[in-house]
């Protein structure tokens, strides 16, 4: 079946009368008997305590499996949470892993700071090169860590060559699927152990919930359990609820900002005040061939960088009136942020370069809206832009710092 139908179908049980299911807003269940508590009380089970499960958690978890192709799937209080619940069930000090330069940044923190602190040794690779994985590898790694298209540079990595070269090795696979979603990719498919999203961005799409996935064969989601009774990154219910609620039209939602974000992509890279654009589906992009190979469709989410560098960056994103500056993505508002800005109290603007991240790179993720409205919109910001520039730059003091705290895009 058509992701769009599993959708809605891969949850149906033909005893159920109600066509959504109910909430379980419920910590704890009871047993009949000594017996059936000592079978509630081993291994996976939804009716025993919350934090080993609960019937709105599961629900979600059944469809999200369906969605990406997984035998299962464990859903948790964020996408951070499935992130360092499944490092921690995987890998323990001594190990290796091979994680790429390009990645989420919450997933970079953990990889540079909790990872060592554990003993976990942690070596990063360009994405874009096949063979840089290869030689990363070594007799003590355990763990390969993937993220296509990243953000925010929208780089793409090779899922087929990589997982061959890990699955030759013996060595697990773990993507990061947020900014693609199952829609564009689905990545079991292509090889992939294990697959996680942070359901907080498209999955759930309507900016309410906060909470991940990580989906994958039976035996190592139960594995990932295990340590997750642990170490309790639980979703609660209602947020399960309202992330399937929200999965419910998740392909219609991501089909539609493909569409919108191809036409705007292609109207950026026109514009004469646009320097580069960043966006899998653009034949400009460095690595469109492996994009059109890889993807059924490209995303919301793109980069680009104007001529006038971050002054000119931040004239723009204030001059935009449809997206909010917000960290987020996926969502039905459009949202665009300069990446470095959060991160520019710490780091100077050459480590920036150096990570990849140009002081005047702007994010820019595109919601629900009319393509004709953020267009007109973006012709605006960008009119203004040039406006400013071919005028006196005196008039522009010192720029509002209000947007440098929101880390972790
Ligand atoms: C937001 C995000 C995460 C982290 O998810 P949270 O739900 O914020 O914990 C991980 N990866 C990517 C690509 C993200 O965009």
Known sequence: MDLATLLAHADADPAEAALAPPIYQVANFAAESADEFTSMNSGRHDRFYRRFGNPSQARLEQVMAAAEGAEAGLATASGMG?????????????????????????????????????????????????????RAIGPRTKLVMLETPSNPLLRLTDIQAVTAIAQDRGILTFADNTVATPVNHRLVELGVDLVMHSVTKAVSGHADVLAGIVLGRRELIDRIWRTHTMAGSVIGPFDAWLALRGLRTLAMRVQRQNATAQAVARFLAEHPAVRQVNYPGLASHPQHDLAVRQMTGFGGLMSLELRGGAPAAERFIDGLGLPVRSSSLGGFRSTVVRPAAMWEQELTEQQLAAAGVPAGLVRYAVGLESEVDLIADLDRALAAVRTDEMSSSVRHGPRDQSNVSTKNA
Do not use: K, N
């Not at 000090?93 to 997933?107: E, I, K, L, P, R």
């Not at 700071?113 to 554990?118: F, G, I, K, V």
């Open 82 to 134: 499935a992130v360092t619940t499944t490092l921690l069930a995987l890998v323990g000090a001594g190990d290796h892993v091979v994680a790429q330069q390009s990645m989420y940044g919450g997933t970079l923190s953990l990889l540079q700071d909790l990872a060592p602190r554990l003993g976990i040794e942690v070596t990063l690779v360009d994405q874009t090169d096949v063979a840089a994985f290869e």
